[in-house]
């Protein structure tokens, strides 16, 4: 295993190339171009805040301004979700190379999650733009756990990204259980409501069970609570546990490697 | 030497139906492959038990027919696939010309896409920037590199996608049947490339139906049938397995399209009223001479073929049985071009008759006639025929070119009237190593005068 996350490394260029291609190859070809990469959450995050400021208002005294509050999870939930539908059908879609050039299968769920990732870079301005507009600056301090934060959901994306396209391989229902398994992650994660409200404390235990809570709280502390960062003991937690998370999900794939090129 | 790549009693296993490889998800996790406990019935071996061995710097070809194992075989050696049984080995850097082009997305530059199929194929950033111009050159494509994939023609998208596989500059090529991309100037280029790689020493593991390319090309050769490994060794002995083994097949094949025709022509004759009533449908009345002059022969004959193969004639004299006889006397379907060969017909006169013409015509897959001819027209007055009677018309030398031929036989009276009409009802091949053109071969030769001079054949 050891010598095939070496491997990874040594392939390094051609992620970054495929990552490149993904990225370049999206858009071509379209108007507007590298600007959806902001058009598209500024669009979602216009939807929300019509929603929940004027449709279902949130009046919350500690989460106004709602929009942005809610722009902060929006923001990486986005990612997480798109690399995971991405990357479950990433060695399906990609079958053409397994089939034909020899290649290591992992780079394609990979590819998926960190070309997300590059869209959710391309999406920071626009969160930026708005902490500027609500005049609401992110402690300096804070900041410093923001990649970090990064991190970690990098890590525990990219281990279920590889759980997810190696079982879909064999099991094509994953793709679409999953679509269904995230609307409901959303829901069930403090993004479109507050983490402090009463009625989601009722259910503590649920929520803390649930790993994109502490992503999503973690990104809503660092960008838009001000005061200390208090939910860093999760953060790390959670850090720890996808590290845990990927090494397994590569075992498992490697060990599904083999019937790739004969499955898809 | 040590083997650039052995394989070890391999044997590749598929499942007959494409449904998932494991049952359920524990299987998978346990990976308990639902192979296990298939009946035979419900696997299909790709290969079984094969063994081979290729000597670095040597050519090694693979033939055998659609379906024999030799892609599969190909998949295995680069890796792609692993066997279910037994050891692949490969020692040195491996490119796969298998799929061309199978990394390049549509929506991106051709220069791009070469950028990164050639780092899937293993090479780094900047080897790939030393050989651009290379791969762009010997792809042809310099006009177009900037534009996207997608909008290249297929000739276009194979030959980039060979250019770049061939620059990766492996220890160990493969090639899957590729060299059909392109036009006759590319195929030549690539055959070059390849020549230029036997000079460096490298090895070459083809997989082609060109047998021409394996005589002319491998050191050694290897003929799958079925999953087995049938020959390997010197390439022309070979080729020459492979192509009597094809050549027993397709006698089977003519074999079962003349039992069929004969078959189906049967209960039409049983009926004995379809005399044809136009007389210029009877061949063999038109050979007859005295009326076709040579400028409404041909037509005639083109317009023969269009009327379907059959059976007719009155039965007094009844064809029972038609066989082909090769060199050797045997009943064969297939013949070699030169070889001697004979059509024998088995007949029974009910009545005897003194009036009775026996007649043969050779046609091509044009429908053009060939050859005919009858007794009456070579003066052969008769006599009497009664019984069961034998007929046996004997080319010494058939001189015809590569292709199939369908054969007419007749008995019939002087003036036309039929007996027992079969028409187009057998069906032959003739083999040539030659690809010459044509009706007829005629028997020749070329001689020369001293100064024009000719290398001596390839050993």
Known sequence: ???????????????????????????????LGFFWSFINPLLLLLIYSFVFTTVIPNRLENVQPFALFMFCGILPWTWFSSSLTEASGSLISGGNL??????????????????????????????????????????????????????????????????????AVHFRDIRDLLANVLTFWFFATPIIYPWSQPEVLRFKLLFDLNPFTHLAVSYQEVLFFSGPFGHLKWLLALGVASAGLFAGAYWLFDRLRDSFADAV | ?????????????????????????????????????LQPSETFPALKDVSFSVPKGSTYGVIGRNGSGKSTALKLVAGITKPTSGT????????????????????????????????????????????????????????????????????????????????VDPDVLLVDEVLAVGDAGFTHKCLDKFAEFRRRGKTILLVTHSLNLVERFCDEA?????????AHGDPRRVVDAYLTKVEEGEEVLLATTTARAVEIARPRAAAGTTIPLDPSANMLQAT????????????????????????????????????????????????????????????????????????????????????????????????????????????????????TYKLDVAVHKRDGYPYDYHRLLYTFRVKSRLHDVGIYRPSHHWTFSPNVRFKPEEA
């Not at chain 1, 998926?112 to 869209?119: D, E, F, G």
């Not at chain 2, 796969?96 to 997305?105: M, Q, R, S, T, Y």
């Not at chain 2, 060199?327 to 003194?354: C, I, Q, W, Y």
């Open chain 2, 288 to 403: 007859e001479g005295r009326s076709s002059t040579s400028s409404e022969g041909p037509k005639r004959a083109s317009d023969m073929f269009g009327a379907i193969e059959g059976r007719w004639g009155s039965r007094e004299v009844e064809i029972t049985d038609v066989v082909l006889l090769g060199r050797d006397g045997e009943p064969s379907f297939v013949f070699h071009s030169g070889d001697a060969m004979s059509v024998r017909l088995k007949v029974r006169a009910n009545p005897p008759t003194d009036d009775f013409v026996f007649g043969i015509g050779l046609f091509n897959a044009d429908g053009v006639c060939c050859y005919g001819t009858n007794t009456y027209l070579e003066e052969m007055n008769p006599d009497r025929l009664a019984g069961e009677a034998e007929a046996t018309f004997a080319i010494h030398s058939l001189d015809l070119v590569e292709g």
């Open chain 2, 88 to 167: 692949v080995l490969v020692d040195g850097r491996i490119s796969a010309l298998i799929e061309l082009g199978a990394g390049f997305h549509p929506e991106i530059s051709g220069g791009e896409n070469v950028f990164i199929n050639g780092v899937m194929l293993g090479l780094t950033k900047r080897e790939i920037e030393q050989r651009f111009d290379a791969i762009v050159d010997f792809a042809e494509l310099k006009e177009f590199i900037d534009a996207p994939v997608k909008t290249y023609s297929s000739g276009m998208y194979m030959r980039l996608g060979f250019a770049v596989a061939i620059h």
């Open chain 2, 1 to 37: 030497m040590t083997p650039a790549i052995e394989l070890a009693n391999v044997s590749k296993i598929y499942r007959r139906y494409g449904g998932r490889q494991f049952a359920t998800l524990k299987s998978a996790l346990l990976q308990r492959s639902v192979l296990r406990g």
């Open chain 1, 1 to 31: 295993m050891f010598a095939n996350l070496s491997q990874l490394i040594r392939y390094r260029g051609l992620i970054q190339s495929l990552v490149a291609r993904e990225l370049k190859a999206r858009y071509r070809g379209s108007v």
């Open chain 2, 222 to 230: 290897l003929w799958l049938d079925g999953g087995h490994a049938s």
């Open chain 1, 98 to 167: 397994i089939r034909k050039v020899l290649f290591p299968a992992e780079i394609l769920p990979l590819v998926s999650v960190l070309a997300n990732m590059v869209h959710f870079f391309l999406g920071l301005p626009i969160l930026v733009a708005f902490l500027v507009y609500y005049k609401r600056p992110p402690d300096a301090l804070d900041l410093v756990w923001f990649p970090v934060t990064v991190l970690v959901q990098l890590v525990f994306t990219a281990g279920l990204a590889l759980i997810l396209s190696a079982l």
